[in-house]
């Protein structure tokens, strides 16, 4: 696994082909949104029985998003490739 290759902006990210890709948990939730190609996202840790889990993998299109909890941990790879946004959900 690889840690996100930051793009021209620094809030959108690559996913290179071939590739997993661990997005860290968070203080605050986050917005994890397609821009181009395809994603494959699961929570790290899903098959853990002390692992809390939201679900299954999740295959997201360009143009959808997924919310990302605070405290929790994903894995995200491109389909072949893709590029992400991962935007900090404001503060109540």
Do not use: F
Request: with cysteine; net charge positive; proline share 9%.
């Amino acid at each position: 696994m690889t840690n996100l290759h930051q793009t021209a902006q620094p809030w959108q990210w690559a996913l290179p082909p071939r590739t997993a890709t661990r997005i860290a948990a968070g203080r605050q939730a986050r917005w994890l949104r397609v821009v181009e190609g395809r994603v494959w996202l699961t929570q790290s840790g899903a098959g853990d029985n002390n692992a809390q889990t939201l679900g299954g993998d999740l295959w997201l299109a360009p143009g959808q998003r997924h919310c990302l909890p605070p405290g929790a941990e994903w894995v995200a790879e491109g389909w072949p490739q893709a590029r992400i946004e991962l935007l900090e959900a404001p503060l109540a």
